[in-house]
């Protein structure tokens, strides 16, 4: 009998990231350790942010929300991939896969957006010093933060959307370690035209548009670091924007790798590995390099240890 979706599958089958029994359990030991450091060094800057009142700027409001999006955006899979390790049949419900591919499509839109928005404070920030005060206003932060939610709410309504509307019949099992739209697609016995279309405008919107804005700013940025005169100043800068510009590429260069290649050119295996970037690399990354880098973060660190031990 058909579900209440259409659908005649009631759950799927997850082939994972490899199919070697030998890979399994040291696959399972690497990933566990990354997503300990996710989670940890992620925890660690919101609760930093939130007890230090001198990190309550808007550098660290956008720092705070980027945390909080790469705690549970890796949290949407990585748990379900280190079960899928250690377990025998790798087994998701369909309701549980259409959820995973709704919270993934949210956090990895609204991760590209708080991106922008951090790259356009940072350019602010040293290209009109003296209008940073306005520029960044408390209202002007909450309203990007907000503008990043509710596209990345519109975003992940689309793909969710489009894909509920399909019918699966007999094929159930995907070609990935997550309900990722793609392979999912793959799977449909009704017709995807529509859904791919809807993949490729949502992508190229979520990913070419902020990444544009990104490397427009960081542009900008670069060419105010050739003009500081302390040679110093000029290298500090340069050091923390290179760092912020090989997080940022690592993303929108992973992704688009995925999603905004012709199906025909598109192979699931590469893109498996491509997707271990933008959705567990990248998340562990974030912290290190946007605040672990930063002496007001390791001086925030210092004061609360000191505070909790004395």
Known sequence: MSTGNGSFVTEFILVGLTDNPGLQLPLFFIF?????????????????????????????FFLFN???????YSSVFTPKMLINFISKKNIISYQGCMAQLYFFCFFAISECYVLTSMAYDRYVAICNPLLYNIAMSPKVCSNLIFGSYLMAF???????GCMLRLTFCDANTI????????????????????SELVVFIVASMNIIMPSLLIFISYGFILCSILHISS????????STCSSHIMAV???FGSSSFMYLQPSSARSMEEG?????????????????IYSLRNKDVKLALRKTWKSRIF
């Open 272 to 288: 498996k590995i491509s997707s271990v970037f933008y959705t567990i690399v990248v998340p562990m990354m974030n912290p290190l």
């Open 66 to 72: 980027l945390s909080f999006i790469d705690l549970f």
């Open 249 to 251: 590429s690592l993303f």
């Open 231 to 238: 040679t110093q100043g000029r290298s500090k800068v340069f």
């Open 154 to 160: 519109s975003g992940a309504m689309a793909h969710t």
């Open 175 to 194: 070609n990935h370690y997550f309900c990722d739209v793609l392979p999912v697609l793959q799977l449909s016995c009704t017709s995807t035209h529509v």
């Open 32 to 60: 566990l350790a990354m997503y300990v450091i996710t989670v940890l060094g992620n925890m660690g800057l919101i609760t930093l942010i939130g007890l230090n009142s001198h990190l309550h700027t808007p550098m660290y």
